[in-house]
C-alpha cells in the first residue's frame, strides 16, 4: 500500500528525531483534557503516537486518492456554473476522504470539534499533500482562516463557525487582495459600513481569493475614515446572496484550486476583535500562518519533482548506460536533493520556534498567573517566529522553482510535454514564491531582524551546542562563513542609508539563512551518517556563496546602484 509519509525516509527522519515533549506539554496545557475527551492524550508518547497516526492516513490519502488523479485535476481544473464552483471529481473525493477520516480540523481545538494537533505535525501533513498535488493544500488543510477566528474572535463566533470547519462541512478562504491593493494591503478600499443597529455591511470587490467559494470568509475592509493601515479592520462573513463570485481565474499552475473575483453588494458581516486593527494585528498573524503553509507546499512540490527526475535518470539510457552516470547529471540531482533536504530541515525549525510562541501564548492566556515567568520566552519566540517565518517561505519557494526546473531539464525534451509530471510541477512551483507574499516582500519581512541581531544571537545557539561527534572542519566553516556574513551586515550599517539596506536585504537573508541551515543541517548530521554527508556537502558550498555575496556587498556598492538607475533611467 502506497504511502507518502512511509516512503519518504527524510521526512520520517524529522518526525522521530524531532523532541517535541515541551511542545506538546504547552498545546496539552499539561494533558488537562486527558479526562475530558476521549482522544485527549495522556501524555507526550500517547500525543506522539496520535500524531504519527494522523499522519500515517494523510500519507495514504496522499498517494492512493490524490497523486494518481493529480494530472486528471490539472488538466480538468474548476469551473463555475450558476454562480457557483464546481471541483474536479477527483477533488471532491479526496476531500470526501479527509472528512470521513475526521482531519479537516486537525489544528482546532478540541471542544470546537478539532485534533488539537501542533503546527509542525500540520506542516508536515502540508508537504505531504503538496506531493501529491500541490492544489489541494489549499483546500485540504486551509485551517488558518479557523486558527485566526479561534485566536481573536469572539466566543460566539468560535461556538458557531470553527466547528463547521472542523467538520469540514464549509469551506473557508482569507479575503484580502483588490484589483489595485495586491502585496500593498494598506491600499484596500473595499468598504465597511456600520449601520445605526451596529451590523455590518461590506460592499466592493476582491480578486485573486484562493477558494473564495468557501462559505466562510475573514474580509480586510475598510471600516475607518482614514488612509493606511490603521483604517482597516477584519470581518467574519458568511457567503450568501449578497457576494457573487464574479469569475474563475484561468491560472498558470494549481488548477485544481479554485481563485475567485467576488463581487460584495452590502453583504452582511461581523467585526473580528477591534476595530483598525485588521491589517496590523489579525491579518499579519494570518498571513504568517499562511506563509508556513506555502513553505511546506515548496518542499512538497520539490520531493515530487525531484523524485520523478531521479526515476527518469535511472531508466533513461544515453551514451551506453543511464544517465544518473553522467557527472552533469548526477551532479545536478544531488543538488536537487540536498536543497528538499536543506529546505525540509528549515521548515521543521521555523514550525517548531512558531509551536513555542503559539503554546507559550496560550499557556500565558489560560494561566494569568504564570504570564511574568513566561515573558521573555514569549519576546524570544515572537522575534524569532517573526525571522524564521519569511525566511522558510522564501527559501522553500525559491527552492521549488529551481528544483522543478532542474526536474524539466534532467527529462530533456520530453519534460517539456504534458506526458510527464514535471512539467505540472514547474507550474504548480511558480505562484509559491509569489502568493502570500512574493519573495521580495519574505525579505522585506526578515532584513530588520538580521540587521539588528536576531539571525547572530539565533547563529549564537547553535555554536553552542556540542559539536564534538562531527569533524571539526564543518562548525570551523560554517564560523568562517559567519564572519564574511557579519561583516557584511556592518559594512550596509555603517553607509546609513535606506536604500543601500533594501539594495543588499536580499543578499544578507540569503547568506544568514544560509547559515542558519547550515547549523540544522549539522545537526541532523549528529545522528545519521547520510545526514552528515548531506550537511557536509551543504556547507562546502555555502561557503562559497557566502564569500561571493560578501565580495559583492563590501564593495563599490554605489556603483552598481548607480548604473542600474541609469540603465533603468530613473535618474
Not at 151 to 170: C, D, N, T, V, W
Amino acid at each position: 500500500m502506497d504511502n507518502f509519509l512511509t516512503d519518504n525516509e527524510d521526512l520520517l527522519f524529522h518526525l522521530e528525531s524531532m523532541d517535541l515533549d515541551y511542545i506538546i506539554r504547552l498545546y496539552e496545557d499539561d494533558f488537562a483534557e486527558k479526562g475530558v475527551y476521549p482522544h485527549a492524550p495522556k501524555d507526550a508518547a500517547d500525543a506522539k503516537d496520535s500524531y504519527r497516526r494522523v499522519l500515517d492516513i494523510l500519507g495514504q490519502i496522499a498517494a492512493e486518492y490524490m497523486a494518481p488523479y493529480a494530472a486528471e485535476v490539472d488538466a480538468t481544473g474548476v469551473r463555475l456554473e450558476d454562480g457557483e464552483v464546481v471541483f474536479a471529481p477527483a477533488t471532491a473525493r479526496a476531500w470526501d476522504m479527509m472528512r470521513k477520516a475526521e482531519l479537516t480540523g486537525m489544528t482546532f481545538a478540541r471542544k470546537y470539534g478539532g485534533l488539537n494537533i501542533p503546527l509542525t505535525i500540520m506542516t508536515m501533513g502540508g508537504e505531504i499533500f503538496s506531493r501529491a498535488d500541490a492544489s489541494f493544500l489549499n483546500l485540504g488543510l486551509q485551517q488558518d482562516i479557523g486558527e485566526t477566528l479561534e485566536r481573536f474572535g469572539s466566543e460566539e463566533q468560535k461556538k458557531r463557525i470553527i466547528p463547521l470547519l472542523a467538520s469540514g462541512a464549509e469551506g473557508s478562504a482569507m479575503i484580502l487582495t483588490e484589483p489595485d491593493a495586491g502585496s500593498d494591503l494598506q491600499s484596500v478600499t473595499l468598504k465597511a459600513t456600520q449601520a445605526p443597529d451596529g451590523t455590518w455591511r461590506l460592499n466592493g470587490v476582491k480578486r485573486f481569493i484562493t477558494n473564495g467559494c468557501g462559505k466562510i470568509g475573514l474580509v480586510l475592509a475598510r471600516s475607518e475614515d482614514r488612509e493606511g493601515a490603521r483604517g482597516l479592520s477584519l470581518f467574519l462573513y458568511e457567503r450568501d446572496k449578497h457576494t457573487r463570485i464574479r469569475r474563475v481565474e484561468e491560472k498558470l499552475g494549481i488548477h485544481g484550486s479554485p481563485t475567485c473575483e467576488m463581487q460584495f453588494n452590502d453583504a452582511p458581516a461581523e467585526l473580528v476583535g477591534e476595530r483598525g486593527r485588521g491589517l496590523t494585528k489579525y491579518t499579519m498573524w494570518l498571513m504568517n500562518s499562511a506563509r508556513l503553509s506555502v513553505a511546506s507546499q515548496g518542499v512538497g512540490i520539490a520531493e515530487a519533482a525531484y523524485r520523478e527526475a531521479e526515476k527518469y535518470a535511472r531508466e533513461r539510457e544515453q551514451f551506453g548506460g543511464p544517465i544518473i552516470r553522467l557527472p552533469a547529471v548526477y551532479e545536478m540531482l544531488a543538488d536537487m536533493r540536498i536543497s528538499v533536504e536543506a529546505g525540509r530541515a528549515l521548515l521543521y525549525e521555523t514550525s517548531r520556534i512558531v509551536d513555542m510562541k503559539e503554546g507559550l501564548e496560550r499557556v500565558a492566556e489560560l494561566h494569568p498567573e504564570r504570564e511574568g515567568e513566561l515573558k521573555a520566552e514569549i519576546k524570544k519566540y515572537t522575534r524569532l517566529a517573526a525571522m524564521y517565518t519569511p525566511m522558510a517561505k522564501a527559501y522553500n519557494s525559491e527552492m521549488a522553482n529551481r528544483v522543478a526546473n532542474d526536474a524539466i531539464q534532467i527529462h530533456g525534451g520530453t519534460g517539456y510535454m504534458k506526458d510527464f509530471n514535471v512539467e505540472r510541477h514547474y507550474r504548480d512551483a511558480r505562484i509559491t514564491n509569489i502568493y502570500e507574499g512574493t519573495t521580495q516582500l519574505q525579505v522585506v519581512a526578515a532584513i530588520g531582524a538580521v540587521m539588528s541581531g536576531t539571525a547572530t544571537a539565533a547563529m549564537d545557539e547553535y555554536a553552542a551546542e556540542d559539536w564534538s561527534a562531527v569533524p571539526a572542519h564543518l562548525p570551523q566553516g560554517i564560523e568562517k562563513a559567519r564572519l564574511a556574513f557579519e561583516k557584511s551586515v556592518l559594512h550596509v550599517k555603517e553607509a546609513g542609508s535606506e536604500e543601500v539596506t533594501g539594495f543588499h536585504a536580499r543578499r544578507l537573508v540569503e547568506m544568514a539563512t544560509d547559515l542558519v541551515v547550515s547549523w540544522l543541517l549539522l545537526r541532523d548530521g549528529r545522528r545519521s551518517e547520510r545526514k552528515l554527508l548531506v550537511a557536509e556537502t551543504f556547507i562546502e558550498k555555502m561557503q562559497a556563496r557566502a564569500a561571493a555575496h560578501a565580495t559583492y556587498i563590501q564593495s563599490e556598492g554605489a556603483f552598481f546602484m548607480k548604473n542600474y538607475r541609469r540603465i533603468l533611467k530613473l535618474e
